[in-house]
């Protein structure tokens, strides 16, 4: 596609905030996609409501909602300057998107699920199971990240001189979420399996846990792994006593990603890396068809593979009925198309209309 002169002129994006680092990685996903293709500039505006209940109840209200003042509500003030976009993640920050979009004429974009909200008051909706191919729904094939094959290595070998090691697999560890629920007991036969699995192959871990893990839960990881002498690089999240290595340097590092199935964007961001990534599944868990239906899909793809914890199969054996297939593209370049081909529709619409 070859944008017009316009286009050259920076995307000026307003981006909602709130304090969930998933939802932050999600928009920021897009707004690296978007680079890739166009210079944007973007100011953020944390979205900090003065009383939380009235989210729902105004999303309810549809498009009478979005006529009553901002201020009302938030005690966030509108930032000085014009936009041209609206972006964000996040149950908190849908009303906003909505109604500031309403309020100041420019398009808008919202990754995640709307709940109750009405899929009229957002111009574009990228998650990776729309309800239909329409717009405002935006199919994606992974969700939004700045993590990339070529990213990961870059941050690898800037982090440890070396990347693609065979002799490392990264660990991202969650915690509860989308039906599974991890135990101490759980987390700490998961470290036992790691171990074992990683001193019969000659691997070191590089491993990470997350504000989801319980602090029990970590220090019970913790105590086996260091027991085990298995370990490469950690991040500790509730022991944090050094800057510790990126993400993307961790998996950048490894030759394949283990994670935790609690998380769609953290197996997405794993996938991304271009690696082979393994779904570890707790003993207890209900997922939802949601989740299963999305892991799914990376699965055929030969992205993704699934270990039980408890199960018969080795976890140095696990691997996809296709075999591995994992990416070696930048999953933001086709995205960044995609979204300003939408952008140029939305764009020209108005113009028709006007």
């Known amino acids: 596609m070859t944008h017009s002169a316009a286009d050259q002129k920076p995307l000026r994006v307003l981006w909602l905030t709130d304090d969930r680092a998933g939802h932050r990685n999600k928009a920021a996903g897009v707004m690296h996609a978007l680079e890739r293709r166009r210079q944007i500039e973007v100011t953020e505006l944390p979205i900090d409501w003065k009383w ?4 729902q109840m105004l999303g309810r209200l549809g498009a009478t909602g ?3 003042p901002p201020n009302w509500f938030l005690r966030n003030a509108l930032p000085d300057g014009s936009f041209d976009l609206i972006l964000s993640s996040g149950g908190s920050t849908q009303w906003p998107n909505a109604a500031l979009s309403e309020r100041l004429g420019i398009p808008n974009i919202f990754c995640g699920s709307l709940r109750h909200f009405p899929e009229s008051l957002f111009d574009v909706i990228p998650i990776p199971d729309p309800p239909r191919e329409a717009a405002p729904f935006l199919r994606l094939d992974l969700l939004p990240s700045n993590i990339s094959p070529d990213r990961a290595r870059e941050a690898a070998t800037a982090a440890f001189g070396r990347h693609d090691d065979e002799g490392v697999w990264a660990v991202l560890i969650g915690g509860d979420g989308q039906g599974f629920r991890w135990t101490v007991d759980g987390l700490r036969e998961f470290a036992g399996s790691l171990a074992t699995a990683a001193s019969a192959r000659g691997i070191k871990l590089a491993v990470t846990t997350s504000r989801r893990t319980p602090p029990d839960g970590e220090r019970a990881l913790r105590e086996v792994l260091e027991h085990r002498g298995c370990l490469q690089a950690t991040d500790w999240y509730h022991d944090r006593q050094s800057t510790p290595p990126q993400l ?3 998996m950048g590092l490894a030759g394949k990603v283990l994670v935790t199935a609690d998380s769609i964007s953290m197996t997405h961001e794993a996938i991304s890396s271009g690696r082979p990534v393994i779904s570890i599944q707790p003993p207890i868990g209900e997922p939802g068809q949601r989740h299963l239906d999305v892991m799914q899909y990376q699965k055929d793809q ?3 593979a699934d270990f039980h914890l408890g199960g018969a199969e ?16 930048d999953p933001g370049e086709a995205l960044g198309e995609a979204l300003l081909q939408r952008l140029a529709q939305i764009e020209s619409s108005l ?3 006007a």
Not at 52 to 55: C, D, E, G, I, V
Not at 315 to 328: E, H, M, T
Request: net charge positive.
């Open 66 to 68: 979005l006529k009553l």
């Open 52 to 55: 939380t209940p009235t989210r």
């Open 248 to 250: 993307a340097a961790l």
């Open 314 to 329: 080795p976890l140095d054996s696990v691997a996809p009925d296709c075999g591995w297939q994992p990416i070696s593209h």
């Open 351 to 353: 113009r028709s209309a």
């Open 302 to 304: 030969g992205r993704l």
